[in-house]
């Protein structure tokens, strides 16, 4: 689950991270209001669920509240990464002298928390990665102690020569791992970590993702989720109990398990075509699942054919035949349908199939060859 950068430094700020005052308007008035209650310069900056807002033009620095207002109004209501600003964050601008980047990530690899510090901050760490993988320095904590004060200070000489901010940054960093094991997140970042001028540290910038496995133990944590910065199809995909996940193709896939679920979009891949999505129905698929998901595929106006791979092992076939001619019956389909099912009750499948004027097949490789083909417009 991802949560807004103000909800990210607000876990932060009790954890101790210094971070500059700012509140939260939805309206250009109350962010001229905020940026005469803060005074000063002020930062007006996107909240969505998206990384680069500051070079999308959803970060802008303001000198006056009138000012501020102004760029509340334009950043307002923009798009950032196909999704429409609703808030902003209105904060008290920092005098920058250097920017830093302070992360940690669970790395499946090894199994445990991993810091990612360079003081090449402000700009994508994977770029760093990419162009300079000297100036970014790993390391790994180990759960049973978690981070010792002489870790956190060696990285904190990474960042900055000069002992006061080396400590004040290991220090945030402490801080950072706490509220990272603490809210049960999977990625923790402050980017950018900056020095003020007066020799300060602060965080200007936070993101945290929880790991939705953890939510449940965390209510609070996951009362910060906002319905209303994920993408639609996604959200209703997680209320109807699916796993989902938009892509860009056009190939809509309706399968059950994560693994063949996989396979399939690779398979799609290999034949030339594009997954408009990956789509788990599970193992038990009611009728009900298989409506949902060709609701929310068919949504979609970028989906040209859709296919069905269904191996049937708890799965019934027949469930998910009766789940496909309840769905076309509510609501006919208007691109083409590519049905591959195999496995348990798959006689009573075809049958019921057959019945209702659907073809299926029982060969993936058929299928997956013939929904490409329909996506791109071609014959049968
Ligand atoms: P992101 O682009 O979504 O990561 O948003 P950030 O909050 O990291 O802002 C992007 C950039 O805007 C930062 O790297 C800074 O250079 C600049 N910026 C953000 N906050 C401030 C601030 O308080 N003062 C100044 N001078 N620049 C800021
Ligand atoms: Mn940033």
Redesign the pocket.
Known sequence: MNIH?YQAKEILRREGVPI?PGEIATTAAQVEQIARRLGG?V?V??QVH???????G??K?AKTPAEAAEVGKKILGMQIKGLTVEKVLV??????ET?AYVGVIIDRASKRAVFMVSPA???DIEEVAATDPDKIMRLPVDPRYGLQPFEAMEMGFFLYKDVARARAAARIMAQLYRAFIDSGASLAEI??L?TTPDGEVIA??A?MVIDDNELDRRPDIAALRDESAEETSELQARRANLTFIKLDGDVGCIVNGAGLAMATMDLVKYYGGEPANFLDIGGSSSPEKVVNALRIITADSGVKAILFNIFGGITRTDDVANGIVTATKQSPLTVPLVIRLTGTNEEVALKILAENGFAATSDMDEAVQKVVALAKGGAK
């Open positions: 950068e500059p310069m930062v900056k996107a998206a990384g680069g807002r500051g070079k999308a959803g970060v620095l904060t008290a601008a920092a005098d920058i920017e901050g402000g700009i980017n950018p900056v200007v910038d993101k």
